[in-house]
């Protein structure tokens, strides 16, 4: 295979470097990113794949923040003073990485290998930044397996099992839709390339429906948007099916051509008439005969399913119900009609293609459940645990157990971070790691169908080391792999590298033989325009189309509508009621916000968070704009600023997804109310099952 076309870091003079993000969104955009005597100066849009145009969002494009940001770990270091409190003494990597080896070998010897828990899930979300030389790793190494639910395992359960790997419609081809349904997404905060082709289609005549419990920035644009209760969305859902059988909307033809399981989901719909389910929602019911009518007679519909619905304990059965729709309703093999979820398996890209150690048989984590994992398994416990591309103080349910099992000095933490986070507080052993300007990677995207080469624009900033790096000297050190041509460890940064170019360009480089042994995996009609720089062909065609371009990939090629074995009780539509109590009352959802990237640039976050609560609530407990309240439940409360505004339905609070502790009074966020307790569809996080309260807690 032919070297990709790539262009090293430049450390004098001015140059632009053609890279792409890699970071937890579904656009993968194309980057331009200008170097001037070896430092960023813009990051602008790049050209290499088409659906960026001129658009990126101000995230990345301020990324340079977060590479030269005060918070930026630049070396090893090692914990001097009590766990949390972020008191590190500089050390060498040789020194680091010997005590990480020290304390893998203890542990394994004391407990054995399932004592070890890696930790981690996107960050960098690049293929060669996580599940390829870290799998290799810890595969060989026995150590416990980490289920990675914190985010879209429901969706991804209910869309295997519906229709299996198969590619949903591109964001260009929502332009020719009569009908578009944004539902659980805002695409303004997280994804916003829909945006434009949303608008686009609405001025051709295209009519919009949001169903999100907020006034999104697309919701005020709507034809109609259904302010439902968190966690109602399945009886929703269920409610419009019912009405396409009910009023002879749905495609009997193709129900009987193309699918399993149509009698059962028709008579999981009849228990939700739409007065029922209208009723359970809090919305109005004609609004959602309207809706079920349009979806009913128009066509191309188009459904955007996001990942709000998933975030509560019917979340499995709403995306498996959402996802029905086109199929009951006859939407598909036209361009325009269907819908789109993730797109990230259409490219056959896994873990177990791209790596040559079959995973071990070992114990299985929910990494929802880190809190309970820390404090309460015992056989064996939790030795060691090793942190990387994720920040779970702030991302992951039940903050409060999580944070104590931390503290743990019985445990040793090791956290692989570009910035002193709140969970690399909490490490023994904090190691620098590269950003995606600093390193090579492939990036994938999953709402636009864009692959790209990823290569860096500058050279690490300190000591900082990419996670393929730092895991192929771990696996030399303990002998868990073999040189095959790399350098040893002890010839790679040694105890006084700094920031010298060409020391840190060398092992940035070093990425290129993991790029390509990565590459030399994939399927061949993506790595030629993949490495020839072509980066935004996908697999089926510019824009692939449902029932014509691509099928299910179920096993028997036909959509399951009632899928078997995806439920444990074998009702993929069991509907919980409402977990709210007297004493919470109030839903607490934490969805994406326009300030970070899950919980990423979370340390630029501008001052106290505002917790967004409705007229009516607010003014039921005497608060106002601008007052101090805490918001609360059995497990914790959240001390922070309350903003009055109808933008949010009445007994639905907000607190923004990824906060840090730095963005409350009392450094706890809304992961700190949130139980651990799982989706009974695919085992997903249920943030929005928070059940609070809220008083005042005082005026400024």
């Given at each position: 295979?032919?070297?990709?076309?790539?262009t090293?870091?430049?450390?004098?003079?001015?140059?632009?470097?053609?890279?792409?993000?890699?970071?937890?969104?579904?656009?993968?955009?194309?980057?331009?990113?200008?170097?001037?005597?070896?430092?960023?100066?813009?990051?602008?849009?790049?050209?290499?794949?088409?659906?960026?145009?001129?658009?990126?969002?101000?995230?990345?494009?301020?990324?340079?923040?977060?590479?030269?940001?005060?918070a930026?770990?630049?070396?090893?270091?090692?914990?001097?003073?009590?766990?949390g409190?972020?008191?590190?003494?500089?050390?060498?990597?040789?020194?680091?990485?010997?005590?990480?080896?020290?304390?893998?070998?203890?542990?394994?010897?004391?407990?054995?290998?399932?004592?070890?828990?890696?930790?981690?899930?996107?960050?960098?979300?690049?293929?060669?930044?996580?599940?390829?030389?870290?799998?290799?790793?810890?595969?060989?190494?026995?150590?416990?397996?980490?289920?990675?639910?914190?985010?879209?395992?429901?969706?991804?359960?209910?869309?295997?099992?519906?229709?299996?790997?198969?590619?949903?419609?591109?964001?260009?081809?929502?332009?020719?839709?009569?009908?578009?349904?944004?539902?659980?997404?805002n695409?303004?905060?997280?994804?916003?390339?829909?945006?434009?082709?949303?608008?686009?289609?609405?001025?051709?005549?295209?009519?919009?429906?949001?169903?999100?419990?907020?006034?999104?920035p697309?919701?005020?644009?709507?034809?109609?948007h259904?302010?439902?209760r968190?966690?109602?969305?399945?009886?929703?859902?269920?409610a419009?099916?019912?009405?396409?059988?009910?009023?002879?909307?749905?495609?009997?033809?193709?129900?009987?051509?193309?699918?399993?399981?149509?009698?059962?989901?028709?008579r999981?719909?009849?228990?939700?008439?739409?007065?029922?389910?209208?009723?359970?929602?809090?919305?109005?019911?004609?609004?959602?005969?309207?809706?079920?009518?349009?979806?009913?007679?128009?066509?191309?519909?188009?459904?955007?399913?996001?990942?709000?619905?998933?975030r509560?304990?019917?979340?499995?059965?709403?995306?498996?119900?959402?996802?029905?729709?086109?199929?009951?309703?006859?939407?598909?093999?036209?361009?325009?009609?269907?819908?789109?979820?993730s797109?990230?398996?259409?490219?056959?890209?896994?873990?177990?293609?791209?790596?040559?150690?079959?995973?071990?048989?070992?114990r299985?984590?929910?990494?929802?459940?880190?809190?309970?994992?820390?404090?309460?398994?015992?056989?064996?416990?939790?030795?060691?645990?090793?942190?990387?591309?994720?920040?779970?103080?702030?991302?992951v349910?039940?903050?409060?157990?999580?944070?104590?099992?931390?503290?743990?000095?019985?445990?040793?933490?090791?956290?692989?971070?570009?910035?002193?986070?709140?969970?690399?507080?909490?490490?023994?052993?904090?190691?620098?790691?590269?950003?995606?300007?600093?390193?090579?990677?492939?990036?994938?995207?999953?709402?636009?169908?864009?692959?790209?080469?990823?290569?860096?624009?500058?050279?690490?900033?300190?000591?900082?080391?990419?996670?393929?790096?730092?895991?192929?000297?771990?696996?030399l050190?303990?002998?868990?792999?073999?040189?095959?041509?790399?350098?040893?460890?002890?010839?790679?940064?040694?105890?006084?590298l700094?920031?010298?170019?060409?020391?840190?360009?060398?092992?940035?480089?070093?990425?290129?033989?993991?790029?390509?042994?990565?590459?030399?995996?994939?399927?061949?009609?993506?790595?030629?325009?993949?490495?020839?720089g072509?980066?935004g062909?996908?697999?089926?065609?510019?824009?692939?189309?449902?029932?014509?371009?691509?099928?299910?990939?179920?096993?028997?090629?036909?959509?399951?509508?009632?899928?078997?074995?995806?439920?444990?009780?074998?009702?993929?539509?069991?509907?919980?009621?409402?977990?709210?109590?007297?004493?919470?009352?109030?839903?607490?959802?934490?969805?994406?916000?326009?300030?970070?990237?899950?919980?990423?640039?979370?340390?630029?976050?501008?001052?106290?968070?505002?917790?967004?609560?409705?007229?009516?609530?607010?003014?039921?407990?005497?608060?106002?704009?601008?007052?101090?309240?805490?918001?609360?439940?059995?497990?914790?409360?959240?001390?922070?600023?309350?903003?009055?505004?109808?933008?949010?339905?009445?007994?639905?609070?907000?607190?923004?997804?990824?906060?840090?502790?730095?963005?409350?009074?009392?450094?706890?966020?809304?992961?700190?109310?949130?139980?651990?307790t799982?989706?009974?569809?695919?085992?997903?996080?249920?943030?929005?099952?928070?059940?609070?309260?809220?008083?005042?807690?005082?005026?400024?």
């Amino acid at each position: 295979m032919a070297d990709p076309k790539v262009t090293p870091p430049r450390s004098w003079g001015r140059s632009t470097i053609q890279t792409a993000c890699p970071l937890d969104c579904p656009d993968s955009c194309s980057l331009a990113v200008t170097v001037e005597r070896g430092r960023l100066v813009s990051i602008e849009p790049g050209t290499a794949a088409p659906g960026t145009g001129d658009v990126i969002c101000g995230k990345v494009r301020q990324f340079d923040r977060r590479v030269y940001g005060s918070a930026r770990i630049t070396h090893p270091s090692i914990r001097t003073g009590p766990k949390g409190h972020g008191h590190f003494e500089r050390v060498t990597w040789h020194e680091a990485l010997d005590l990480i080896v020290q304390q893998l070998t203890a542990a394994r010897d004391r407990f054995g290998a399932e004592s070890v828990l890696p930790y981690y899930y996107g960050g960098s979300n690049g293929l060669l930044t996580s599940d390829l030389e870290d799998a290799r790793f810890f595969r060989r190494f026995g150590a416990s397996r980490l289920a990675r639910t914190v985010c879209a395992a429901p969706t991804g359960a209910a869309a295997r099992a519906m229709y299996g790997p198969m590619g949903g419609v591109a964001y260009d081809d929502y332009a020719a839709a009569r009908l578009i349904v944004i539902w659980g997404c805002n695409a303004s905060a997280s994804g916003l390339h829909l945006v434009s082709h949303v608008k686009r289609a609405q001025k051709a005549g295209a009519r919009l429906v949001v169903i999100d419990p907020r006034r999104t920035p697309l919701a005020r644009v709507a034809d109609l948007h259904l302010p439902v209760r968190p966690g109602t969305d399945l009886a929703v859902a269920l409610a419009v099916i019912g009405e396409l059988f009910a009023r002879g909307w749905a495609d009997r033809a193709f129900l009987a051509a193309h699918t399993d399981g149509a009698d059962q989901l028709r008579r999981a719909a009849e228990a939700w008439p739409i007065a029922r389910a209208a009723d359970e929602a809090a919305i109005d019911p004609g609004a959602l005969a309207t809706f079920a009518e349009w979806y009913g007679t128009s066509t191309p519909a188009v459904i955007r399913c996001g990942w709000g619905q998933e975030r509560n304990r019917n979340g499995g059965g709403a995306s498996l119900a959402i996802m029905a729709l086109p199929a009951v309703g006859g939407k598909f093999g036209v361009r325009g009609g269907g819908y789109t979820m993730s797109n990230s398996s259409v490219w056959g890209i896994t873990a177990d293609r791209l790596i040559d150690t079959p995973a071990p048989d070992t114990r299985v984590v929910n990494m929802n459940q880190l809190g309970r994992a820390l404090t309460e398994y015992r056989d064996p416990p939790v030795a060691v645990l090793f942190v990387y591309n994720c920040n779970p103080v702030a991302t992951v349910p039940d903050q409060n157990r999580v944070r104590q099992g931390l503290a743990r000095e019985d445990l040793f933490t090791i956290v692989h971070e570009q910035v002193m986070t709140d969970t690399a507080l909490f490490a023994d052993v904090v190691l620098p790691a590269t950003t995606f300007l600093e390193h090579y990677d492939l990036a994938k995207g999953y709402g636009a169908y864009h692959l790209q080469l990823v290569q860096p624009a500058i050279t690490p900033v300190g000591e900082s080391r990419s996670n393929h790096d730092l895991f192929r000297d771990l696996g030399l050190r303990m002998g868990l792999i073999e040189a095959d041509g790399t350098r040893p460890a002890e010839d790679r940064a040694g105890p006084d590298l700094g920031p010298d170019e060409s020391e840190a360009g060398q092992d940035t480089l070093g990425d290129i033989g993991a790029l390509l042994d990565a590459a030399s995996r994939l399927p061949a009609d993506l790595v030629g325009p993949l490495l020839a720089g072509k980066n935004g062909v996908p697999p089926t065609g510019a824009t692939p189309v449902q029932f014509v371009d691509v099928y299910p990939a179920t096993p028997n090629g036909r959509v399951q509508l009632h899928p078997s074995g995806v439920a444990p009780d074998g009702d993929p539509y069991g509907y919980e009621p409402d977990p709210a109590t007297d004493a919470h009352p109030l839903a607490l959802i934490s969805p994406a916000s326009a300030h970070t990237i899950s919980s990423t640039l979370g340390e630029l976050r501008p001052g106290i968070a505002k917790l967004k609560m409705h007229p009516d609530d607010a003014h039921a407990r005497s608060i106002a704009e601008g007052d101090a309240v805490r918001v609360f439940n059995e497990r914790g409360e959240v001390q922070c600023e309350v903003s009055v505004t109808p933008e949010t339905r009445p007994g639905t609070v907000v607190l923004p997804k990824g906060l840090w502790a730095r963005s409350t009074f009392n450094g706890a966020t809304a992961n700190a109310l949130v139980p651990d307790t799982l989706t009974t569809i695919g085992g997903g996080a249920c943030f929005n099952d928070a059940r609070v309260q809220v008083e005042l807690f005082g005026r400024h």
